[in-house]
């Protein structure tokens, strides 16, 4: 079983719509993160969070929240999806400084 | 903008040769720089690190030069494999930070068998 798991894999929506990608880690991890994949752009840190009641915004936080229900899990919402947060959306964990994980991404696409 | 910048964006080389890529910072508090490699439908996975009181680090057929003055490193990928066919990132954070990494733009590398 994959350490850092998303869901859903890919998914499909339409511009306007609410949707909430999940993340679920089993490493024991305290610090998690949301980066969104764009050709040509790199990752870009969307939110981070510490702890289970620390969240931070990143890079690009505009159009996103989260919220961290468990030190294990970190949801990603767009309250109002548009087409332009087309992309690849990854979680990733990490122990203090130390090297992230990161989990198989969520691909998800704005109609 | 872009506080890592990497290139090149694509990279071609022949089985055995030498792939390099090369990547610039602009924030002197940097102090963690990691290079990760992702597949297809994979997530980046990190390959290997530095830390600015060492100028190079191998770990097998990867190598990480870094220049602290000019503020540029590079990944050299010696006797590349078809295997070694990814999309490679660098990165940079600040300890104070934890794993708040700042990506470089990405390089896809393709090693011709």
């Known amino acids: 079983d994959a350490d850092v798991t998303q869901t859903p894999r890919n998914r499909i929506t339409k511009t306007g719509k609410r949707i909430m990608l999940e993340c679920s880690q089993t490493?024991?991890?305290?610090?998690m993160y949301w980066y969104r994949q764009d050709p040509g752009l790199g990752l870009r840190l969307i939110y981070y969070?510490?702890?289970?009641?620390?969240?931070n915004k990143g890079e690009i936080s505009d159009g996103y929240s989260v919220s961290r229900q468990a030190q294990a899990k970190f949801s990603l919402s767009l309250e109002s999806a548009i087409p332009n947060q087309t992309a690849l959306y990854f979680c990733?964990?990490?122990?203090?400084?130390?090297?992230?994980?990161f989990g198989q991404g969520t691909r998800l696409t704005v109609v | 903008q872009q506080q890592v910048k990497q290139s090149p964006q694509s990279l071609i080389v022949q089985k055995g040769g030498i792939s390099i890529i090369n990547c610039a910072y602009e924030?002197?508090?940097?102090?963690?720089f990691p290079w990760y490699q992702q597949f297809p439908g994979k997530g980046p996975a990190l390959l290997i690190a530095?830390?600015?009181?060492?100028s190079e680090k191998k770990e097998g057929r990867f190598t990480i030069s870094f220049n602290k003055s000019a503020k540029q490193f590079s990944l050299h990928i010696m006797d590349s494999q078809p295997g070694d066919s990814a999309t490679y990132f660098c990165a940079a954070s600040e300890e104070t930070s934890g794993s708040r990494l700042t990506f470089g733009e990405g390089t896809q590398l393709t090693v011709n068998p």
């Open positions: 530095i830390r600015p009181d060492v």
């Open positions: 990733a964990t990490s122990e203090g400084t130390s090297k992230a994980f």
């Open positions: 490493k024991g991890h305290d610090r």
């Open positions: 969070s510490f702890d289970v009641k620390d969240i």
């Open positions: 924030n002197t508090a940097f102090d963690y």
